[in-house]
C-alpha cells in the first residue's frame, strides 16, 4: 500500500518554475514506477511525465519535454517535478501516482495540487 501527498503548487507567472514534490508512504517505495499527471478544467486527465524505480529511464509528454524534470529521492520516499518556463496552458491540477513495474494501470494517485500559470 502506497499513500501519496502532493505539495508545491501556486500561482507563477508565465516563464516562471515551480517544483512539485510527492512525498509517498510505504516501504516499497523505491519499487514502483512514479509519474505525474494533470488535468485541466473540462479536460481529460493527462500523462505528464514517469520515473523508474532505478532513476535511470525517465519519459515525458511532447507538451513538457525540454521544460519539465521528473526525479526521485528514494531514501527521502519523495517523486519531485521541476517545472521551468510555465505557460499558461500548464495550468491544472497535478498528480502524482505510483504503479508496480508489472502493473499495466496506476495503482495509488494523490490528491492532487493546483498549478496556476498567468500570462
Known amino acids: 500500500q502506497v499513500q501519496l501527498v502532493e505539495s508545491g503548487g501556486g500561482l507563477v507567472q508565465a516563464g516562471g518554475s515551480l517544483r512539485l514534490s510527492c512525498a509517498a508512504s510505504g516501504r516499497a517505495f523505491s519499487t514502483y514506477v512514479m509519474g505525474w499527471f494533470r488535468q485541466a478544467p473540462g479536460k481529460e486527465r493527462d500523462f505528464v511525465a514517469r520515473i523508474s524505480w532505478t532513476e535511470s529511464i525517465t519519459y515525458y509528454a511532447d507538451s513538457v519535454k525540454g521544460r519539465f524534470t521528473i526525479s526521485r529521492d528514494n531514501a527521502k520516499n519523495t517523486l519531485y517535478l521541476q517545472m521551468n518556463s510555465l505557460k499558461p496552458e500548464d495550468t491544472a491540477v497535478y498528480y502524482c501516482?505510483?504503479?508496480?513495474?508489472?502493473?499495466?494501470?496506476?495503482?495509488?494517485w494523490g490528491q492532487g495540487t493546483q498549478v496556476t500559470v498567468s500570462s
Open positions: 501516482a505510483a504503479k508496480r513495474p508489472t502493473s499495466a494501470k496506476y495503482d495509488y
